[in-house]
């Protein structure tokens, strides 16, 4: 997948609105691979429900989303997942991880269906990312810093074509924000993918090729 | 794979309900034994009641026309007649009575005194017989003819006329080793036979000797090959099949005896193996609507993961997985159960009918096994389905 393209996509709770300013609601706007993105702002003009649409998990929207020049409306729940498995990941701003399962538990789970990455890969991202000693907690029993970090590592585990981080370092600090960072763009870069993040004012400092405004 | 399934097992068995599932269990086990004891019951059973060694024989009933006035009626059977009969479903086979189209003299010598009378001889062929004597049979030149009475004209003297004639009663070797003087006169010839009583028959009514015999006298004293019978005897499987009461009653045919009670065994038989399937088939349907919203209720619990796994990638199918080996282990175990069940339960019937009345039952479980597992395939198919269907609601669900 190469190309993103968003034509005169206004969410559906939005449609009354006539004070819609931002540089993607309605406009024609397109995300394309390798490029980075940051999507600033506040909180309740529609961050995640951008990346919602863009993941598939909803749908609630008027005009249309293309992958490459596929209309995401027709995909299959089959074919969703497929794009899940190859070329979307999302780090999600509540991250979605399994409380009952593991740190490691809640990588592999990704990573058995990918094969993506080898253990060692995997423990040496948990050394990196200064949380390989919470490898067997179970991840309710760590801080939400420590499981952004373990959703990031997840994240990882598979092929992508664009990456959508949605708040990624919400919880971190400016030294765990470096490193998640540089960690991303290198894997990033490896797999010649596009960054997609968003933030509500702290945000990871790529060097971004697109600002945008919601 | 199996790693992986691990740790949605993992993730996914916490809400399973050990109640619920035992509540299954018991139902369906319940009902498949029911069933499965059903089959078994009645494949087991069916061999004595029908077929070669049957203890109770497939049913014979006698048919004729009526007769309305005094006089000659028209009471033969054409041969349309006879194969329409044929055709019909109820009638397994059709045999004829050829009665003798010569004189018939029969004579007795009891007490110095010679006792003769008029008779009158019928055969059918000897499939239709019931107890067929060991010197059932005769050969031309062959002079003693064998006969097998009605056993009710034996009683009828027994009970009916000797006791109160003050004559002695008589047994049936008594009667067996009696010698009939038989004189058989037509077409210009007259010979003496001895006959003699070779058995009894509790199914035909009338005096039979050997088909054999039969035609070759009808040919040499009557000089006819074959009459249209009067009477037809025609195996059934079911005497009280209400289409085959429509059916005589269509075409104005008396039935000349009513069937035997003891042959309604196979239909009772029929009747009790329904009604216990009908009851495991409830139960079975019962357990099934148990496991379906105990699953609806497993998956309802644990709709955010399985949401979440559908979002990291997990297709509908791979989700479904753990559920469908846990439903695919309860019903295996359930079959091989029940399967455990009708053999012991099998083992101890057949022992008891054997102490019984010496019969032994032949036949292997193979029936209950058939029917076991297609009914445990079909039961896993649905609880699948199911899965299946509930899973991609909730994936889909945006």
């Known amino acids: 997948m190469d190309i993103i393209r968003l034509n005169r996509v206004v969410p559906q709770i939005f ?5 819609l300013s931002g540089d993607i609601w309605g406009k024609d706007f397109s995300f394309e691979r390798g490029k980075r993105y940051l999507i600033n702002a506040s909180s309740g003009t529609g961050k995640s429900t951008l990346c919602s649409y863009l993941y598939g998990q909803r ?16 995909l299959s729940t089959n074919q969703w997942c497929e794009i899940r498995q190859q070329s979307i990941s999302h780090l999600f701003q509540d991250l979605k991880l399994f409380g009952e399962l593991t ?3 809640n990588v592999e789970i990704k990573n058995n269906i990918t094969h993506s990455k080898s253990q060692s890969e995997i423990l040496a991202l948990f050394e990196e990312l200064g949380i390989s000693d919470k490898i067997d907690t179970r991840i309710d029993r760590i801080s939400f810093g420590q ?3 373990v959703a990031l590592i997840r994240a990882l585990c598979q092929p992508y074509s664009f990456l959508l981080l949605d708040e990624p370092i919400s919880h971190l600090d400016d030294a765990n924000s470096e490193i998640m960072r540089t960690i991303i ?12 993040a968003t933030s509500i004012g702290k945000h990871i400092n790529f060097d971004y090729d697109l600002c945008l405004n919601l | 794979m199996s790693k992986s399934i691990t740790l949605i097992w993992q993730l996914l068995r916490k809400h399973i309900s050990i109640f619920e599932l035992a509540i299954f269990f018991i139902a369906n086990l319940i009902g498949m034994v029911v069933i499965l004891a059903g089959v078994q019951i009645y494949s087991d059973l069916k061999p004595l009641l029908s077929g070669e060694e049957a203890i109770i024989g497939n049913d014979y009933i006698v048919v004729t026309h009526p007769v309305k006035r005094v006089g000659i009626n028209a009471t033969s059977f054409s041969n349309d007649d006879i194969e329409e009969l ?11 009575f050829t009665s003798s189209q010569f004189e018939v003299d029969g004579s007795i010598v009891f007490g110095g005194r010679r006792l003769s009378t008029m008779l009158f001889f019928e055969s059918i062929p000897d499939e239709f017989i019931d107890a067929i004597p ?6 031309e030149g062959d002079t003693t003819i064998p006969i097998i009475l009605p056993r009710n004209y034996l009683n009828l003297y027994n009970f009916g006329f000797s006791s109160t004639q003050k004559l002695p009663q008589i047994t049936e070797t008594m009667v067996k080793s009696v010698n009939l003087g038989i004189e058989l006169s037509g077409n210009g010839h007259t010979n003496e036979f001895t006959g003699r009583v070779a058995g009894f028959s509790d199914r035909i009514n009338t005096i039979l000797v050997p088909e054999a015999f039969m035609s070759w006298a009808n040919g040499y004293y009557a000089n006819v090959a074959t009459d249209f019978p009067t009477r037809l005897i025609l195996e059934v499987a079911n005497p009280s099949d209400p289409n085959l009461m429509e059916f005589l009653e269509a075409n104005d045919y008396v039935l000349e005896s009513k069937p035997a009670e003891s042959g309604k065994a196979l239909f009772i038989l029929k009747v009790c193996v329904a009604i216990i399937v009908v009851i495991g088939v409830i139960f079975s349907l019962l357990s099934i609507i148990i496991l379906t919203l105990s699953i609806h209720l497993l998956l309802q619990k644990n709709i955010t993961k399985l949401e979440t796994l559908t979002l990291i990638g997990y297709t509908p ?25 009708i053999f012991v339960a099998q083992n101890i019937y057949s022992d008891y009918l054997s102490q019984l009345d010496g019969i032994t039952i032949s036949s292997s479980p193979i029936a209950s096994i058939v029917v076991g597992v297609a009914l445990t395939a079909l039961i896993t198919a649905f609880n699948i389905f199911v899965i299946n269907r509930k899973i991609k609601e909730i994936s889909r669900k945006r």
């Open chain 1, 103 to 105: 740190a490691l538990q």
């Open chain 1, 147 to 149: 499981q952004q970090r």
């Open chain 2, 134 to 139: 060991d010197t059932w049979g005769f050969t």
């Open chain 2, 317 to 341: 199918s791979r989700v479904a997985m753990p559920y469908n080996a846990l439903t695919l282990a309860l019903n295996g175990a359930i079959l091989i159960l029940s399967l455990a069940v």
């Open chain 1, 185 to 196: 763009e290198r894997d990033a870069k490896a797999k010649g993918a596009g960054i997609i």
């Open chain 2, 86 to 96: 044929q055709n019909q479903e109820f009638v397994k086979s059709v045999g004829r």
């Open chain 1, 15 to 19: 449609s009354n609105r006539e004070d």
């Open chain 1, 59 to 74: 749908g609630d929207y008027q005009g249309t989303i293309l992958f490459d020049n596929n209309d995401i409306s027709t």
